[in-house]
Every structure is written in C-alpha cells, then in structure tokens.
C-alpha cells in the first residue's frame, strides 16, 4: 500500500521510543513495521518541512520577508548585440532549515524507507535540508500535471491556499504584500491559514502519486467547514479522485 503520513502521525511512526506516553503506541509500532516489511510505501509530503517547519509565531514574518530569488545575466552576442537574460526560482538560503527536534526524526524516517513528495510552486519556498530524500517519479511530467490540477481545484473550493490568500487580500491587493501589512493581531490567524495551506498542499501530491490512503488523525468533524479535511470536501475528493483518510489505527488493522 501506497500511504501518505500527515504531520501529526509520522513522528509516531518514525520514532516510537520518543513517544513513551502515546496510549496508541502498540498501533504505530504495527505500522512501523509494516514499512520495514514493505507491506506499506510510506510518503511525506515536502510542506512538512517547508510551511510546517516553521514555527507558527515566526510564520508571519517569514512570508512578510521571503522573496524569489531572481537572477540576470548578460552576454555578448553575434555583432556586438547584448543579451540579457533572466531567470526567477526559489531562495534556497531564506528556509531555517531543519530544526534538531525535526531533523531527528526524519533521520528515522528514513532509515525506514520515508520518501517525500516534492510540490513545486513557482519561485516557492524549498528547504534545502530534504532535497536528498525527494521521491522520484517514473513520469514527472504526469505527475507535474496532476498535483498543479488538484491544487488549483482545491483552491476553488476555497481550501488550502485560497485561506492564506483571502487573509492576504484583506490588506493588499497582493496576497503576499497583504500578509506583510497585515496588523500583529493577525498572527495567529496567518499560522491557521498556512497550516491549511500546508493540508491542501499534501492532500494534491497524495493524489498525484496515485496513493492509496492519507493517514491522519484528523478528523471531518473537527475540521472546518473550508478546511480540505471537512466532510464536503472529503465527499467530493472521494467522488472525484477516490481518496480515502484512514485512521491509524484503521491502518494498523489492516497490515
């Protein structure tokens, strides 16, 4: 089975012996080994350790002073003519990287076989410290295809990034500019935005890579009504590119 781990069950998973007081602790050990007996391809997605990774009362600041990193050059041509050239990508030196806290359990995450599903935005924001672990897709281009599709349609539904959108919107005509101008009293607010963000983000590259269940401990009933997660949206993900959530629990029952 193809299983995509949401942020709140792989640490678990990854590195049991940390969690001494998990009463589910039995249930995560039977997934753990499950992967280690490759009944289950376990799968990241990379927003664990871009939006997610950074913490929630530093998240304002960083979108308020992360740019693109844009490049020019310039060369001489034929007959003297100059050429001038750019290219626009993601600054790959703003991330903070890994902390010590994350960087540990990913280490076990990967000792077990952990791949992380890449989403490319353009000019978006990398963390340089998991470039070596990113999952390599036999089709790039289908998959390229797929994950934009989905994630342009969850936006639609005003989930995933259309929330950090909106909050950017009511300051400035430009989200981002918006988010810089928006007042200190909208922190938390703007944390709650790029953590669904982050949601929609990771329920596209499941999709995208054909996965058989999205492994979280969240649940529909919880979740807001514009939350990917919602009932709604779990409704029409189903219908639409037959996506199931399962619970760990339902997971380990089924190894």
Not at 46 to 61: D, G, N, Q, S
Not at 129 to 136: G, S, T, V
Not at 214 to 227: E, I, L, N, P, Q
Request: one cysteine or more; aromatic letters at 10%; a negative charge.
């Amino acid at each position: 089975m193809n299983i995509t781990f949401d942020s709140n069950v792989w640490r678990i998973i990854s590195s049991p012996e940390k969690f001494p007081n998990e009463p589910s602790i039995e249930v995560f050990k039977a997934i753990r080994k499950a992967i280690e007996d490759s009944k289950i391809t376990p799968f990241l997605c990379e927003t664990v350790f871009t939006l997610e990774a950074i913490k929630r009362k530093e998240r304002k600041r960083f979108f308020s002073a992360y740019k693109a990193s844009i490049n020019s050059s310039v060369e001489e041509g034929e007959n003297g003519e100059l050429k001038l050239s750019f290219s626009m990508g993601p600054d790959k030196t703003a991330h903070p990287g890994n902390n010590s806290y994350l960087e540990a359990h990913l280490t076990d995450a990967i000792e077990i076989g952990f791949q992380i599903i890449k989403l490319p935005r353009f000019a978006g924001i990398v963390n340089p410290d998991i470039e070596a672990y990113y999952y390599q897709h036999s089709d790039l281009n289908s998959y390229h295809d797929k994950v934009h599709k989905v994630c342009r349609e969850i936006e639609q539904k005003g989930a995933g990034i259309s929330h950090i959108k909106e909050l950017g919107e009511r300051f400035n005509p430009q989200w981002v500019t918006g988010i810089k101008q928006a007042p200190e009293s909208e922190e938390g607010n703007i944390a709650k935005a790029i953590a669904e963000w982050a949601d929609g983000d990771s329920v596209a590259c499941h999709i995208a890579v054909g996965g058989d269940y999205f492994c979280t401990r969240d649940t529909a009933k919880k979740a807001g009504d514009k939350s990917i997660l919602s009932e709604d949206n779990l409704t029409w993900l189903k219908q639409e590119y037959n996506f199931h959530t399962i619970s760990p629990e339902g997971l380990a029952s089924k190894c």
